[in-house]
């Protein structure tokens, strides 16, 4: 099995603390910044940063989604959700870029052995590059 990763960041005119307060909140902001592939998504537990419980389904493709049940770790100026229902872990981290921020988010597994892993390590972070982008480029939409 070998290591899928895609990564993607964007820069904002927020501040650096303003964004992460944005990103902790799964109340109320996280709703508001995933694209349609986030089906089903709900708090279970907390809901403002550390110890906080999400759970969604991500329909990656028309064909291929994932349940996810994230908990959640803050460490400075990152965020870590981990899938117990997987090896999947996403970082959002922030970053001070001139008067606002650099924002990057990261997602990365253990995928598939054989052709099957050959397929998903050449596609799978394409597809999910492209709902990175959204969910960054709404989360600059929220931030004004």
Do not use: C
């Amino acid at each position: 099995m070998a290591q899928v990763s895609a990564s993607s960041s964007i820069t904002t005119t927020a501040a650096p603390e303003q964004v992460l307060a944005a990103l902790s909140d799964y109340e109320t902001v996280r709703p508001r910044i995933l694209p349609q592939q986030y089906l089903d998504y709900r708090v279970l537990e907390g809901g403002q940063g550390a110890g906080t419980v999400a759970q969604w389904t991500l329909q990656a493709t028309e064909k291929r989604s994932r349940d996810i049940k994230a908990s959640v770790t803050v460490a400075g100026h990152t965020i870590t959700e981990s899938d117990a229902n997987s090896s999947l872990v996403t970082t959002w981290e922030v970053a001070p870029s001139g008067t606002g921020s650099t924002v990057t988010t990261t997602t990365e597994w253990k995928g598939a052995g054989g052709i099957g892993g050959f397929f998903e390590r050449t596609f799978a972070p394409l597809g999910l590059r492209k709902i990175q982008e959204k969910t960054l480029s709404n989360l600059v939409r929220e931030l004004g």
